[in-house]
């Protein structure tokens, strides 16, 4: 079975200074994808940026980037120059892409952007 | 992105009575959709996958008789939570599956259910 680990419940970060949130997951699979999702507190689920293991080059996003590292089954995130308005909970989420097509979320990272 | 759409995005309700909450995938067709329930500060649950034209697939745990689930069609799921108590209270979200290039979940807004 799958499993999505975030170790950092709670984060802050200055504005304008770049942080790093961290996800390890474990699978036998060896097609899967890795996603980072944003909650603000409106709820609504944001896509921030995905990753498919098959790809070796880094997702990015903008400001937002991750290091992804398959032998080490790690997939952190890192978001530069924070703005307040990415203060929310962060999910890392795993997804095998047959089957039940289930997400498997960590969970999750409130991080909080200081003016 | 796709847009998925749930109604309503807050619903208040008596003790005892049942509620309907809709999903719709506006602009794609989705085979396989799912239902999630999320308490204050923590993670997505996993309730339960619709499937379209079948039998709902329900987590362990998960009363199937207290929380109905209707795929009728491509493009819209129910949740009927039936004879509500006050700690079915909660905040429900539904996703749609889009399978192919994209294999990825598309997020409803959510429902925030309270049950007096």
């Known amino acids: 079975a799958q499993t999505v680990t975030q170790s950092q419940p709670e984060m802050s970060v200055q504005e304008a200074e770049t942080v790093t949130l961290s996800c390890t997951y474990d699978t036998s699979e060896s097609n899967y994808y890795l996603f980072w999702y944003k909650q603000p507190p409106s709820r609504q689920m944001i896509l921030v940026i995905r990753q498919e293991a098959y790809k070796q080059q880094n997702a990015t996003e903008n400001r937002f980037s991750v290091n992804f590292q398959k032998a080490a089954k790690s997939f952190s995130l890192k978001i530069s120059d924070s703005q307040l308005g990415d203060t929310a909970m962060y999910f890392c989420a795993f997804l095998v892409p047959s089957g039940t097509y289930k997400y498997i979320f960590g969970t999750g990272t409130r991080l909080k952007v200081l003016a | 992105g796709a847009v998925v759409s749930q109604h309503p995005s807050w619903v208040i309700c008596k003790s005892g009575t049942s509620v309907k909450i809709e999903c719709r995938s506006l602009?794609?067709?989705?085979?396989?959709m799912f239902w999630y329930r999320q308490f204050p500060k923590q993670s997505l649950m996993l309730m339960a996958t619709?499937?379209?034209?079948?039998?709902?697939?329900?987590e362990q745990g998960v009363e199937k008789d207290k929380f109905l689930i209707n795929h009728a069609s491509l493009t819209l799921s129910t949740l009927t939570v039936t004879s509500a108590h006050p700690e079915d209270s909660s905040f429900y979200i539904c996703?749609?599956?889009?399978?192919?290039?994209?294999?990825?979940?598309?997020f409803g807004p959510g429902t925030r259910l309270t049950v007096t």
């Open positions: 602009d794609f067709q989705a085979t396989t």
């Open positions: 619709s499937n379209e034209g079948s039998k709902a697939t329900y």
């Open positions: 996703s749609a599956f889009r399978q192919g290039i994209r294999n990825e979940q598309y």
